[in-house]
């Protein structure tokens, strides 16, 4: 089979499970697919190296979130340049709900960069912890820890909200 060949099919393979596990890393559908998007072009420019990986996939995510990180870097730069011009502060800039579960999305906000990394990475592009572990530069039994860990944060994030819920549907 030839390399384009293959580039293309492993594009059409990876680019929506890319885009959601980018979306649930960073927040933002439409950033998410912008990311995916640069992601795949780099795995591309450099694909004779991406496909012996163990995990292509997960290069590539893994450059997507670093994308991710330095576009946050940016508009926290923007953002405090022109609080300075103004002297007022910004609202937030959320994208809206983009069918994805809310409370999930706020229990995945609520870990660290390195666990939300890790449960996107284990859970959601389905890596073993090998692979994940390669991605990030820890150890398989690192991975696990901090899986151990981010799913026992979820829970208790997801129980509350779960239990707020209850309360306003009931009229407490």
Known sequence: MRSDDEFER???DAHQRLVAALAHHCGEVHLAEE???EALIRAGDRWEKVRSLDSPVGWTYRVGANLAASTFRRRGAERRA?????RTRSGSHRDPDAGDSVAVRAALAELSDRQRQVVVLRYYLDLSAEQAGEVLGLSAGAVRMQSHRALA?????LTDA?????EVHDGR
């Open 10 to 12: 492993f594009c059409v």
């Open 35 to 37: 990311l995916a998007h």
């Open 82 to 86: 022109l609080e300075r011009a103004n």
């Open 153 to 157: 944060a979820m829970q208790v994030h």
């Open 162 to 166: 779960i239990d707020v819920t209850e």
